[in-house]
């Protein structure tokens, strides 16, 4: 079974800036409406979900390059646990390379939030 890791650090900031300039148009590009329906706006929530995004595309190997944003999602389980949902291009490219299962951590300071995906 393969074994495929991602990783992704972004300063907090950043991405509080693009809302802030292209507002609904990136929210929507980018994030689904559970995952804004959770983050309530909370910019490192959404910047943490933005890194999960960009590692999630790592670890199928392609980056961000030939998937759309909601093609990867970022919900809570009943515990606040983070999961992968991979939708339309997204979960083709694992299929296509053979991971079925994904691990991820997110964590966030002041500044920088990071994202760290195992799948397999």
């Known amino acids: 079974m393969p074994l495929s890791v991602g990783v992704d650090v972004i300063e907090i900031a950043r991405v509080g800036a693009v809302i802030e300039r292209w507002q609904e148009k990136f929210l929507e590009r980018v994030y689904t409406p559970g995952e804004l ?3 309530r706006g909370r910019i490192a929530e ?3 979900r933005f890194a999960a995004k960009e590692a999630i595309s790592k ?3 392609t980056g961000i390059r030939g998937l759309a944003w909601r093609d ?7 515990l606040g646990k983070p999961l992968v949902r991979l939708h339309d291009r997204a979960l083709q490219r694992a299929k296509t390379i053979g991971l ?3 691990a991820l951590s997110l964590s966030h300071s002041r500044e920088y939030a990071v994202a760290m995906v195992v799948a397999s």
């Open 72 to 78: 990867m999602e970022v919900v809570p389980d009943p």
């Open 59 to 61: 670890a199928l190997g």
């Open 37 to 39: 329906r959770y983050c």
């Open 100 to 102: 079925t299962e994904f």
């Open 46 to 48: 959404l910047a943490a």
